[in-house]
């Protein structure tokens, strides 16, 4: 399993539209052979900013790759330009490789 993030610092203010524009987003990640799970997560507040991740699951890294050379990757970047004005900052990638699983089944 591979998981890949962007953390995003959101100042308050604009919190609200960028939750939205996730929200409202066509990611096309479930045309994706190897895509698992995608959470947009809200973490906590700090000095006006607020901390967001977007956080993908796929089967290994090489789905995830060729997630990045796809079509409906372009498509789902295609005004990606425009969340800049929404975040502080460039996002911050971290991509991590799962060594252990467990889930609620044992």
């Given at each position: 399993?591979?998981?890949?993030?962007?953390?995003?610092?959101?100042p308050?203010?604009?919190?609200?539209?960028?939750?939205?524009?996730?929200?409202?987003?066509?990611?096309?990640?479930?045309?994706?052979?190897?895509?698992?799970?995608?959470n947009?997560?809200?973490?906590?507040e700090?000095?006006?900013?607020?901390?967001?991740?977007?956080?993908?699951?796929?089967?290994?890294?090489?789905?995830?790759?060729?997630?990045?050379?796809?079509?409906?990757?372009?498509?789902a970047?295609?005004?990606?330009?425009?969340?800049?004005?929404?975040?502080?900052?460039?996002?911050q990638?971290?991509?991590?490789?799962?060594?252990?699983?467990?889930?609620?089944?044992?």
């Amino acid at each position: 399993m591979f998981l890949a993030m962007n953390r995003f610092t959101v100042p308050l203010e604009n919190a609200e539209a960028f939750e939205a524009l996730w929200l409202n987003r066509d990611s096309r990640l479930h045309e994706m052979d190897g895509f698992v799970e995608f959470n947009l997560l809200r973490g906590p507040e700090n000095d006006g900013h607020r901390l967001y991740a977007s956080h993908t699951v796929w089967r290994d890294e090489d789905a995830f790759r060729a997630w990045t050379r796809s079509e409906q990757f372009r498509v789902a970047h295609a005004n990606a330009g425009e969340t800049r004005k929404l975040h502080s900052g460039a996002p911050q990638f971290e991509a991590f490789h799962a060594i252990q699983t467990r889930t609620a089944k044992g």
